[in-house]
C-alpha cells in the first residue's frame, strides 16, 4: 500500500455531467477514476500506446489493486450515521453532530433548542473553487454559434491525499522511475498539472471498532451485489471474512442512500454512462465473531470494499472526532491567553490567517513559540491543526482581545 499526495499546480476539474444552464460542475476531490487516468496516461505518454497490451499495464490498471480517491480535510463526506443541525449552528453551540453509530443515540434536538435532521452526506467544509466562462471558436478565430460554456474548477495549491493497494501501487513508478507531475482531469491547456508525494512508510489509520462491532464509513462510492447478482445496499460479509481473517456475521445496522455516479470523459467530450451505487458517507455496523486485529483493519481501510475498487469504489475512512465548534475551539485555547507571550505571536497568527486564505500555509514562523512542552505549546499545536479558516478567525479574535 502507499499513501499518495498531489498538490494542484493549475486549477483543476474532475467534471460532472453537463447541468442545463450550460454549467459544467466539478467534484470537490479527486474520484478514484481521475486518479487511475491520470496515472496510466503517464503510462502512456513514457511508453507508448503498446504499453495498453501488456500484462504488467493489465495488472496494474485492470486488475485486484484499488486507486482511492484523494480528499482532504474540507472534501471528507459527513457520515450519514449523524444527525446535524437543520439550520446553521450557532457559535455558541456545543455540539456540531451527534454520530448514532457511535452510540451517541437517537437525538432529537441540540441544547441550542434547535431541532436535528439526518445528514446527507455533504462535504464537512468547503473547498476553494474558481469559475471560468469558455468559448470555442472555429478556424478562422471566430466564436463558434452555441459553443459558449463555464466550468468550475478546483484553485492551484490544494493539497488532496489518499490510499493506492494492491497492484494498483506500481502504478507510481515507470521502469523504476518514481511518477511525480500527474494531469488531473484530462491534459487541457493551463488546467489539471499536480506534483505527487509518495509514502511508501506510513500505514493508514485502522477502520474502526468498537468491542466486536466494525464501524465501515464510504469515503467512495459503493458498488455491491447480492448473491444473485442484483445490486445491494449492504457490503458482502464473505468477502470482510477473508480481508479481515474473522467471521462476519451481520450488519446490525446501516444509514444509508442511494447515488448517481457520473463523470466526463476528456478525451471524447462526452459524459460518462451514470451509475447507480450506494451513496459516499453511508455507513454501516458490522458484527464480528470476535475483534479483528489492528493490521487487519489497517489492510482493509487501504483496500476497501465492494466491486470496482480499481476505480475508487469502495474507499474507506474514519471518523477521529466530530468537528470543531467555535465554542470548543476557543475554550481549548484558553491558556494561549498569555499576554507576554501574545504580543509576540498574535502577528504571526495573523499572519497565518492570512495564508490560510490563500491557501499556502507556512508554520516554520511558530518554531521558537513551539519549544517547550507547556500548555501554551500544547494549546498552540492544537490551533496550528485547525485548517478551517473561519474557525482558526474566531480563535484569532478572541486572542486578540486578551493581548
Avoid at 248 to 265: D, S, Y
Avoid at 349 to 361: A, D
Amino acid at each position: 500500500m502507499a499513501r499518495i499526495t498531489v498538490t494542484l499546480l493549475e486549477p483543476m476539474a474532475a467534471g460532472k455531467r453537463l447541468r442545463a444552464d450550460f454549467l459544467q460542475d466539478t467534484y470537490d476531490h479527486v474520484p478514484g477514476t481521475v486518479v487511475r487516468g491520470a496515472l496510466a496516461g503517464r503510462w502512456i505518454n513514457e511508453r507508448g500506446v503498446e504499453v495498453t497490451t501488456t500484462e504488467e499495464f493489465l495488472d496494474v490498471f485492470e486488475g485486484d489493486g484499488a486507486f482511492g480517491p484523494l480528499h482532504n480535510e474540507n472534501s471528507l463526506p459527513a457520515p450519514l450515521s449523524v444527525k446535524v443541525h437543520k439550520y446553521a449552528a450557532k457559535d455558541d453551540c456545543p455540539r456540531l453532530w451527534w454520530d448514532r453509530a457511535a452510540s451517541d443515540g437517537e437525538q432529537e434536538h441540540c441544547k441550542c433548542g434547535q431541532a436535528l435532521e439526518d445528514s446527507k452526506g455533504e462535504s464537512t467544509g468547503s473547498v476553494a473553487r474558481q469559475r471560468r466562462t469558455r468559448a470555442a471558436l472555429d478556424e478562422d478565430g471566430v466564436v463558434r454559434e452555441g459553443q459558449l460554456f463555464t466550468q468550475n474548477s478546483l484553485q492551484r495549491d490544494t493539497r488532496f491525499s489518499g490510499w493506492l493497494h494492491g497492484p494498483a501501487v506500481r502504478a507510481l513508478w515507470i521502469v523504476d522511475q518514481p511518477v511525480d507531475t500527474v494531469y488531473l482531469g484530462g491534459r487541457l491547456k493551463h488546467q489539471g498539472a499536480a506534483v505527487v508525494q509518495v509514502d511508501t512508510e506510513v500505514e493508514p489509520e485502522p477502520v474502526e471498532q468498537r468491542g466486536n462491532k466494525l464501524i465501515l464509513r464510504l469515503l467512495g462510492p459503493g458498488a455491491f451485489v447480492d448473491k444473485h447478482g442484483f445490486p445491494s445496499v449492504k457490503p458482502d460479509l464473505d468477502e470482510l471474512t477473508d480481508v479481515l481473517q474473522v467471521e462476519a456475521q451481520a450488519v446490525e445496522n446501516c444509514w444509508t442512500r442511494w447515488c448517481e455516479v457520473e463523470g466526463w470523459h476528456a478525451a471524447s467530450g462526452l459524459p460518462k454512462p451514470v451509475e447507480r451505487a450506494v451513496q459516499p458517507g453511508s455507513t454501516y455496523v458490522i458484527r464480528l465473531e470476535r475483534a479483528a486485529d489492528e493490521q487487519a483493519r489497517k489492510r482493509l481501510m487501504a483496500r476497501g470494499i465492494g466491486l470496482r475498487r480499481r476505480e475508487g469504489f469502495g474507499a474507506l475512512y474514519s471518523v477521529k472526532q466530530e468537528p470543531l465548534t467555535v465554542q470548543r475551539l476557543v475554550q481549548g485555547s484558553a491558556p494561549l491567553r498569555n499576554p507576554a507571550r501574545l504580543r509576540t505571536d498574535v502577528p504571526l497568527l495573523r499572519q497565518r490567517y492570512e495564508q490560510m486564505l490563500r491557501g499556502e500555509v507556512d508554520d516554520t514562523m511558530f518554531q521558537e513559540s513551539l519549544t517547550g512542552d507547556g500548555g501554551y505549546e500544547k494549546a498552540l499545536r492544537r490551533l496550528l491543526n485547525v485548517v478551517e479558516p473561519t474557525l482558526f478567525y474566531a480563535v484569532l479574535t478572541d486572542l486578540e482581545s486578551h493581548r
